[in-house]
Structures are given as structure tokens and as C-alpha cells.
């Protein structure tokens, strides 16, 4: 089946603007993550939605970055006043959810790359 | 300390090699860990889950010792393929986020 996606692949921007990530799950995952990836580094947790509600947020550095994922599939990863530091590959993940037994091993999409200028 | 600390490398080893990393966690609440091969400019993919007993896949094995709170994996026979850099990833028990570790860049040289 399909994988992961994510849309934009690139997105340039300028300091202070507003740009929205889109992250299409793996079909049937309840369970969808975003991550942030600098150079050099590995992925960076932000949030972690479980359904439609963001079970854990505390990735997210601080108020201009918000995600929603209202019927519980496709997710969407909000960045406001943007700011050169927010540069990198943004990633999305999926996977079936707590309690389908094993690890809930994650799958990744291809990411976004975000350049601010 | 890193919560997930590994070495960047690079490890520059011949085809047929045998090498292993290392990846270090911090927290003895982890309760899952997993091996990811990343390539340059694309995504995470998963390479393996580690079990506590141990586990393989052909020519990768990963190994757990929660004594010393350190999983690794060995790749036997390196092949040019081979070439990524290898992330390691850690989850805790009742947390669902999962933390990584920088990565291990591996080079397998004809």
C-alpha cells in the first residue's frame, strides 16, 4: 500500500510568514507524529496525535507552531511569524497505535524541506 | 548527558567488512529501541526493532544490554549499499514519542 506523504517536498519562505505542512498517513494508522530534522541531527520530536487529539505536544518549541488533525488521518503541521532558526526537514510519521501489540513501530514520509529566509 | 548519544563516525570500512556501532540511552525507562537507516536527503526507514533477546535480519544483527543501557547493531559482509548513516531511536515505557540519536554515518569503500 501507499506510504506516508507530505506536501509541500519544498517550501521557501520569508521571516514572519506563515506556512502550513500537510502529512498524509499510511491507511488505517491512528497514530501520526511529527518530527523536525537539522543537519547533522537526528529527527527532533514535536507532537503526537492518537485519533484526532494531540496526546503528547511537548516537542513543540514554543507557541507559533501548532498541528491539527480534525477526522483523524490526514495532519497538518502550522507555523506562524516564521523564523530563520525554523529552517529544516520537517517529517511526519505513522503507525498503527497504542495497543496493536509489538513496538508500534514508526514509518516515516519523505518530509518537507522548509527553508526561511 | 544526550538522552540517545552515539558516534557520528564516519566509519570508512572495505566491502565484505564486518562493523558494529554502538548507541548509548540514558533514561532506563526505555522501554523500546529500534535501528533506522537513513540515506543522504531522504527519510528514516526502519531497519529493525531490537529485542530483548537479541534478533537478526540476514546480515544485520542488534543486540540489547539494559545492564549497561546500550543497544548495537553488527552488519556482516558490508556492501557498497550499505552505505547510509544509521540512526538509533529509543522509546520510553508510556510515551509514545521517540527520541534519536544523531546517527552513525557508515561508507563501505569498494
Known amino acids: 500500500g501507499a506510504g506516508v506523504s507530505q506536501t509541500p517536498s519544498n517550501k521557501v519562505t520569508e521571516k514572519g510568514k506563515y506556512v502550513e505542512l500537510r502529512c498524509d498517513p499510511i491507511s488505517g494508522h491512528t497514530a501520526l507524529y511529527w518530527y523536525r530534522q537539522s543537519l547533522g541531527q537526528g529527527p527532533e520530536f514535536l507532537i503526537y496525535?492518537?485519533?484526532?487529539?494531540?496526546?503528547?505536544d511537548s516537542g513543540l518549541p514554543n507557541d507559533r507552531f501548532f498541528a491539527v488533525r480534525p477526522e483523524g488521518s490526514v495532519s497538518t503541521l502550522k507555523i506562524q511569524r516564521t523564523e530563520r532558526g525554523d529552517s529544516a526537514v520537517y517529517l511526519c510519521a505513522s503507525s498503527q497505535g497504542v495497543g496493536t501489540g509489538g513496538h508500534n513501530e514508526q514509518f516515516f514520509g519523505p518530509g518537507t524541506r522548509l527553508t526561511v529566509l | 548527558r544526550k538522552e540517545v548519544e552515539q558516534d557520528p563516525g564516519p566509519f570508512n570500512v572495505p566491502e565484505g567488512a564486518t562493523v558494529a556501532f554502538n548507541c548509548t540511552y540514558s533514561n532506563s525507562a526505555s522501554q523500546s529501541f529500534f535501528w533506522y537507516r537513513q540515506d543522504c536527503r531522504k527519510e528514516p526507514k526502519l531497519l529493525m526493532s531490537v529485542y530483548s533477546s537479541g534478533n537478526e535480519d540476514g546480515r544485520f544483527t542488534a543486540q540489547l544490554n539494559r545492564a549497561s543501557q546500550y543497544i548495537s547493531l553488527l552488519i556482516r559482509d558490508s556492501k557498497l549499499s550499505d552505505s547510509a548513516t544509521y540512526l538509533c531511536a529509543v522509546k520510553s515505557r508510556g510515551y509514545q514519542k521517540v527520541t534519536f540519536g544523531t546517527g552513525t554515518k557508515l561508507q563501505v569503500i569498494p
Open positions: 496525535f492518537q485519533g484526532t487529539g494531540a496526546a503528547d
